[in-house]
């Protein structure tokens, strides 16, 4: 191990100082990666690179993405592995690129076959400025498209990945590692009620294994690690406006300890904004667990109009219309004898919530017939939105510091 300072009389450090001397900045422990950029960009919602987009692109780069779509068409037949999506309303500029990750929601269809809502994202195959064309990893039959949906993504809540990163090789665990990290950002965003959000950001260390593809010199990145990070709290007023922050990191050391291997530092930024139960939209049919005994009914009969009492919870205002199939009484099943249609959804539900109908109600008795429903899930909105994040002056650096 090097000394410093080296005396006259010690020969064995006068030679370890000047081998580290010839070896190169890596020797004097000065390895070290980075990034720095002053140019304006906008952060990229994507789990893969870039990580940021040019000002002058016409890729649209909000965070939160909601494109009403009028229809839906497998291509080249069904099944299918593609999927083209047209826009209600052509957009000014492809909002997608090839790779994205795509969400479709609420699109009504019938028939046979798979339908199109997907949350889990689909990948993008190509995108104009009146449809978008999804892949799959297999060929599906799909259902025919009928009315509504939209298409999008939504990265709020989510880490998103910034172009600031450095990667360095770490020789043992006697070394540590200083990262140093600046990061100025302005954003905008749409609001519906007046509230407190934050915004968090954070240095993630990955550590990379080399590609098992035949061929491939490239790494990938895994296994993220914390390091640091800074949470900025944001009050905001309803309606449409913009914010910003800075984010300074200047002694951020990590480790000793650290395994041999080859690290990746990045920056890292995530929205968290909360969500709101709208009414009309909070119950689903396809949420509710149900239990109890029906009645004995002579023929199928429609009960409109009944708000069921929450015995836990403080949900309220959901109206349903429920028909009971005819025959002898039997456990209510949504899938055989018992239709739940959702006229209003109310608001406040939760998950777990429990919820009773009076069997008097629904041609029965009470407590003998009654309706028990526990809310499996909700659908909601969030109570704000954000558009398009631009990144300013920023950087990252990762310096190994030998012991």
Do not use: H
């Given at each position: 191990m090097a000394k410093y300072p080296v005396e006259s009389?010690?020969?064995?450090?006068?030679?370890?100082?000047?081998?580290?001397?010839?070896?190169?900045?890596?020797?004097?422990?000065?390895?070290?990666?980075?990034?720095?950029?002053?140019?304006?960009?906008?952060?990229?919602?994507?789990?893969?690179?870039?990580?940021?987009?040019?000002i002058d692109s016409t890729l649209n780069p909000s965070v939160y993405l909601n494109i009403p779509i009028s229809d839906a068409v497998p291509v080249g037949g069904n099944p299918s592995q593609f999927v083209t999506f047209t826009f209600a309303t052509p957009q000014a500029t492809a909002p997608f690129q090839y790779?994205?990750?795509?969400?479709?929601?609420?699109?009504?269809?019938?028939?046979?076959?798979?339908?199109?809502?997907?949350?889990?994202?689909?990948?993008?195959?190509?995108?104009?400025?009146t449809a978008v064309t999804i892949i799959t990893s297999e060929a599906f039959e799909w259902q025919t498209y009928s009315?509504?949906?939209?298409?999008?993504?939504?990265?709020?809540?989510?880490?998103?990945?910034?172009?600031?990163?450095?990667?360095?090789?770490?020789?043992?665990?006697?070394?540590?590692?200083?990262?140093?990290?600046?990061?100025n950002m302005a954003w905008e965003y749409d609001c519906v009620n007046a509230g407190d959000y934050n915004v968090v950001v954070s240095i993630v260390r990955e550590r990379g294994f080399q590609s098992t593809t035949a061929g491939s010199s490239e790494y990938l990145f895994a296994d993220p690690v914390l390091i640091s990070e800074k949470t900025f709290i944001k009050t905001v007023t309803p309606g449409p406006g913009t914010d910003t922050l800075e984010a300074i990191f200047t002694t951020v050391l990590d480790g000793p300890n650290l395994d041999f291997g080859y690290y990746r530092y990045y920056i890292i930024v995530q929205?968290?904004?909360?969500?709101?139960?709208?009414?009309?939209?909070?119950?689903?049919?396809?949420?509710?667990?149900?239990?109890?005994?029906?009645?004995t009914l002579v023929s199928d009969t429609t009960y409109s109009g009944l708000t069921p009492t929450s015995i836990t919870g403080i949900g309220a205002g959901a109206i349903l219309d429920v028909t009971l199939t005819a025959g002898d009484s039997a456990a209510y099943d949504i899938n055989t004898n018992t239709t739940i249609d959702i006229t209003s959804g109310g608001s406040s539900y939760a998950v777990?919530?429990?919820?009773t109908i009076p069997g008097n109600d629904i041609?029965?008795?009470?407590?003998?017939?009654?309706?028990?429903?526990?809310?499996?899930?909700?659908?909601?909105?969030?109570?704000?939105?954000?558009?398009?994040?631009?990144?300013?002056?920023?950087?990252?650096?990762?310096?190994?510091?030998?012991?």
């Open positions: 009389s010690d020969q064995e450090g006068v030679i370890d100082a000047v081998n580290y001397l010839l070896s190169g900045p890596s020797g004097l422990g000065q390895n070290f990666d980075g990034f720095s950029a002053y140019l304006p960009a906008y952060l990229r919602p994507s789990t893969r690179r870039p990580w940021s987009i040019p790779g994205d990750k795509l969400e479709v929601y609420d699109v009504v269809s019938t028939g046979p076959g798979e339908p199109y809502n997907f949350a889990d994202g689909y990948n993008v195959f190509s995108c104009g400025t009315s509504g949906g939209w298409v999008g993504r939504d990265y709020l809540n989510y880490p998103i990945t910034t172009d600031c990163y450095g990667t360095v090789t770490v020789q043992g665990a006697t070394t540590q590692v200083f990262v140093s990290a600046q990061l929205f968290n904004v909360p969500g709101q139960l709208l009414p009309g939209d909070v119950l689903d049919s396809g949420g509710l667990k149900i239990s109890g005994t029906k009645v777990g919530d429990i919820l041609g029965g008795s009470s407590p003998a017939n009654d309706m028990n429903l526990v809310v499996e899930s909700v659908t909601s909105t969030y109570d704000m939105t954000i558009g398009r994040a631009t990144l300013g002056l920023r950087s990252l650096t990762a310096q190994v510091i030998k012991q």
